[in-house]
């Protein structure tokens, strides 16, 4: 299983794009790039998945490089309610009987 | 249900106390996940299983712990004389296949061992 590496904490200010990088060096050609949303008092929640290049849906952007060693999740135009912890996961695509989470990045949205 | 249902929500043992922590996944799903979230950490996987079967329990900290999916569905984690280093949210999580690429989480069981 692939190890990631993500900032601990990050602050943003409302109205702002938000980056937070994910490095995975030893991705396995078969894993792909999850990312969940955790807010206080929930389960996490699936925000988007890619393999490589770039996916986007209502939440969020996933930038993936041709090397894969690393990704961004984008978020457009933040609001107090991003404020959350973000996990970055590098899950194998056909089975995993094991999802590992690593600690997240924590961010605090600013008014 | 609509989603993945965990109860209790809150449970407070004494030391020494055996509890049981309740999941229903979404209906039809294949796989289901038990974590263990301490207090500003991530949630650390404990077992997961694949209909009845329990085909990884090597993320439950000792014996102590023990889980269940007898039918396929409802899934049990019991946790036998309680500790206070058990103390921790409990996350139950489900997947509708066995390509676990998306995982629906419940709100969890906060778990105090006083």
């Known amino acids: 299983l692939a190890k990631t590496t993500q900032p601990i904490s990050m602050d943003s200010y409302e109205g702002q794009e938000v980056n937070i990088t994910c490095s995975h060096n030893n991705i396995a050609t078969n894993d792909y790039i999850t990312w969940y949303q955790q807010f206080p008092s929930q389960g996490p929640r699936f925000i988007i998945q890619?393999?490589?290049t770039k996916v986007t849906n209502e939440v969020a952007s996933l930038f993936i490089p041709a090397d894969r060693k690393s990704s961004t999740l984008s978020l457009p135009r933040v609001s107090l309610s991003d404020t959350a912890v973000y996990y970055c996961?590098?899950?194998?695509?056909?089975?995993?009987?094991?999802?590992?989470f690593g600690k997240g990045t924590r961010l605090h949205i600013l008014p | 249900g609509a989603g993945v249902s965990q109860s209790p929500r809150y449970k407070v043992a004494k030391r020494g106390q055996d509890v049981a922590l309740r999941c229903d996944p979404i209906s039809g799903h294949v796989s289901l996940f038990w974590y263990q979230q301490a207090l500003g950490q991530g949630p650390e996987f404990l077992t997961y299983f694949q209909n009845e079967a329990q085909l990884d329990k090597s993320g439950l900290p000792s014996d102590r712990f023990f889980a269940e999916r007898p039918e396929g569905s409802v899934s049990t984690l019991k946790i036998q004389r309680t500790q206070q280093e058990d103390s921790a949210v409990y996350l139950c999580?489900?997947?509708?296949?066995?390509?676990?690429?998306?995982?629906?989480f419940g709100s969890g069981t906060q778990l105090s061992v006083l």
């Open positions: 890619g393999y490589k």
């Open positions: 996961l590098a899950t194998e695509g056909v089975r995993d009987d094991k999802i590992i």
């Open positions: 999580a489900s997947s509708p296949g066995p390509t676990n690429e998306k995982l629906f």
